[in-house]
Structures are given as C-alpha cells and as structure tokens.
C-alpha cells in the first residue's frame, strides 16, 4: 500500500506564493506517475498537475500555467507544487495521487491519494 503524506498548506494573500509536499511510502521504481488534483467546497476534485516520476514530463491544467511548478526529488521519494501568484480562485483542499505512467488529467486514472493540504488564499 502507499501512502502519500502532503504538507505545505496554509493561508497567504493573493500574489503570494506556498510550496506543498507529499511524501510517498513507495520505492521509486512502483512510481511511475504522481500529481496533484485540489477540491474546493462543493466543487468536484479538479487536476492541477502531474508529473512523470522518471522521465519529468510534466502537465498542468490551464488555469494554473505559468503560475505552478511540479518537480520532485527522486532521493526523497517526495513532490512538490510551488505555487507562486496564487489567486483566490486556488482555494482549495490540495491531494497528492500516484498513477500510472499513462495517466492523463482524469481523476480516474490514479491509485493513490493522500490526505490532503487545505491552501486558503485571501483577495
């Protein structure tokens, strides 16, 4: 079973910036696929961004381009988001998942979920 432990969260003003982690209970070689989706109140789970454990390609959904970067550290068995000029548009519970290496934006597609980081962002 993984588990994957996020970390980061917190609440800043608009145009400020938060680096969320997830650290996975995975050898590298079981991870082929992680990202990160976030879920507002009453709003469905959203993708924000993926990334490939391996070869680092990376996706992102429109509304967070430019803004976010997905890395991770291979050693660490760890991912992170940074997320610079947040708006309040990206208020929203934020879940590290693991997939496939084909997963696409489709919350479908990954195994794994954590327990989530709420990030709050004020206008």
């Known amino acids: 079973q993984v588990q994957l432990v996020e970390s980061g969260g917190g609440l800043v003003q608009a145009g400020g910036s938060l680096r969320l982690s997830c650290a996975a209970s995975?050898?590298?070689?079981?991870?082929?696929?992680m990202g990160w989706f976030r879920q507002a109140p009453g709003k469905e789970r959203r993708f924000v961004a993926s990334?490939?454990?391996?070869?680092?390609?990376?996706s992102y959904a429109d509304a967070v381009k430019g803004r976010f970067t997905i890395f991770r550290d291979l050693a660490k068995n760890t991912l992170y988001l940074q997320m610079n000029n947040l708006k309040p548009g990206d208020t929203a519970a934020y879940y590290c998942?693991?997939?496939?290496?084909?997963?696409?934006?489709?919350?479908?597609?990954?195994?794994?979920w954590g327990q989530g980081t709420q990030v709050s962002v004020s206008s």
């Open positions: 998942v693991t997939g496939p290496g084909w997963a696409t934006q489709d919350s479908n597609d990954y195994d794994y």
């Open positions: 995975a050898r590298t070689g079981n991870i082929y696929k």
């Open positions: 990334i490939h454990w391996i070869y680092g390609s990376t």
